[in-house]
């Protein structure tokens, strides 16, 4: 997808974290803490036009599940045109709601939730509201994959999440910031 559909939608929508997709190193970087040999049900907090799920898609399981959770109606249609595959559910709903969305699949929680939304760019209520319910959606064992230009949103996850780590990927423009949260 090139980076003139990311500045437009840029412009418009004050929900889009970046003016460009990720890199394949970035992409790499994140997906590096996924284990791809089991079935797993993986959400994906603001897919854009999809580029860490098509990456995603070709490393999973046959039966796994790939659950897409996008606000911007312009990246929806992309992503419904553009992946076509039984494996993947695409939401136009917003992050907060990702325990209805489960409940929608019928899915009693997910091994893996990544996210590039803006985070510095939302409130804190509605941030902590973010990550509480995705905790909540993780399975025991389960990994937030935050992928962010900064590191501010650390002490945030310290607040709900059992263990934290972070890692950066310079080769990225610009450069990110992986936050990996577990829950035990």
């Known amino acids: 997808m090139s980076t003139i559909v990311y500045l437009k939608n840029f412009i418009k929508d004050k929900n889009v974290a970046s003016i460009t997709p990720t890199s394949h190193f970035g992409v790499r970087k994140v997906c590096e803490h996924i284990d791809f040999k089991k079935r797993n049900i993986i959400i994906e907090y603001g897919p854009g036009s999809g580029v860490f799920s098509k990456y995603m898609l070709k490393k999973m399981s046959k039966d796994s599940r790939l659950i897409l959770i996008e606000l911007n109606k312009n990246f929806v249609a992309i992503l419904q045109n553009k992946l076509r595959d039984a494996r993947v559910h695409i939401f136009n709903d917003s992050a907060e709601n990702v325990l209805n969305v489960l409940e929608a699949v019928e899915e009693p929680g997910a091994d893996y ?11 804190p209520q509605t941030k902590n509201r ?9 399975k025991s064992g389960g990994k937030f994959l935050a992928y962010q230009h900064s590191n501010h949103l650390k002490n945030f996850l310290k607040h709900h999440f059992d263990a934290v780590r972070s890692q950066y990927e310079i080769r990225n423009i610009p450069p990110l910031c992986i936050t990996e949260a577990l829950k035990l």
């Open 130 to 138: 973010i990550l509480f319910n995705t905790y909540v959606a993780l």
């Open 113 to 123: 939730i990544i996210s590039g939304i803006p985070f510095s760019f939302i409130n």
